[in-house]
């Protein structure tokens, strides 16, 4: 594979499922150039929320973020594509959708701290993108494809 493969955890949250938002979401990460190889509706239970947040366990929202997240189902995604985890991250926005510019889906779709509609694996915690990828995605469950249309994203892809 190429330098092209960098791989990332996303993941629509239940507010963003319940407000009929992963259309939109996709259609973003579509729209840059990045590829879909997995993709989940599921619901998410206490011993999975634990173990994805538990860098945050014993922080005073973190009750409160496991009980949002096991709310009602997710959409569960692997993207990939150059740099896809940190372009992903910047796609977002802050942690916070009041801190986010326009353009980005935190920035246009959220105004709440608590329900901030995305999850991304974070660019700055090193092999994060692969850790969550591996608790959410057994292997058999992640396609590789070709985009036909990768010649005209990336300048060095054969045409
Ligand atoms: P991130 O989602 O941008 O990576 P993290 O700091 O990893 O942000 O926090 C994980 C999630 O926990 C956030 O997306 C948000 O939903 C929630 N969260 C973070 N900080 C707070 C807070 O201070 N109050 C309430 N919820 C928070
Ligand atoms: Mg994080």
């Given at each position: 594979m190429s330098h092209h493969d960098e791989r990332t955890f996303v993941m629509v949250k239940p507010d963003g499922v319940q407000r009929g938002l992963i259309g939109d979401i996709v259609a973003r990460f579509e729209d840059r150039g990045l590829k879909m190889v997995g993709g989940k509706f599921m619901q998410i239970d206490e011993e999975l929320a634990h173990e994805h947040y538990g860098e945050h366990?014993?922080?005073?929202?973190f009750d409160g973020l496991v009980d949002f997240i096991t709310s009602g189902p997710v959409f569960a995604m692997v993207w990939e594509g150059a740099d896809a985890t940190r372009q992903v991250r910047q796609m977002m926005g802050e942690t916070d959708p009041a801190e986010s510019a326009p353009g980005t889906i935190r920035g246009d779709l959220g105004l709440d701290l608590g329900q901030n509609v995305i999850h991304g694996s974070d660019?700055?915690?090193?092999?994060a993108n692969e850790r969550e990828i591996e608790l959410f995605f057994d292997e058999d469950e992640l396609v590789e494809w070709d985009q036909t249309d990768a010649v005209w994203v990336y300048e060095d892809e054969d045409h």
């Open positions: 366990e014993g922080k005073p929202f660019h700055e915690d090193e092999g």
